[in-house]
């Protein structure tokens, strides 16, 4: 079993600034990519940005130059950095991982974080 779980959302006004945090944790032997999604009401689930183990760093073009994604020490870690928020940002953030459990490949959800852009 891989437990993630995402903390850092809130409410926050346009312009702002919040940090998401991803905490991975379970039967893992190791991390291979590492990623943020969204939701928004009414809409269907959106990639936002995605980093490697080796810490290469991809963005939807929606978020390139506010948002940035990085790893911890740890590996087991992912953190998003969110800067100059709009009030479109406003969605549920997902975390997701790819998993080596030592036996197979598995992509994992953390149970997402709510973030309100709004004034």
């Known amino acids: 079993q891989v437990q993630l779980r995402e903390s850092g959302g809130g409410l926050v006004q346009p312009g702002g600034s919040l940090r998401l945090s991803c905490v991975a944790s379970?039967?893992?032997?190791?991390?291979?990519?590492m990623g943020w999604y969204r939701q928004a009401p009414g809409k269907e689930r959106e990639w936002v940005a995605t980093i490697t183990s080796g810490e290469s760093t991809n963005y939807a073009d929606s978020v390139k130059g506010r948002f940035t994604i990085s790893r911890g020490h740890a590996k087991n870690t992912a953190s998003l950095q969110m800067n100059s928020l709009k009030p479109e940002d406003t969605a549920v953030y997902y975390c997701?991982?790819?998993?080596?459990?030592?036996?197979?490949?598995?992509?994992?959800w953390g149970q997402g974080t709510q973030v309100t852009v709004t004034s």
């Open positions: 997701n991982a790819h998993v080596w459990n030592g036996i197979s490949w598995h992509v994992n």
């Open positions: 379970g039967s893992i032997f190791s991390i291979n990519a």
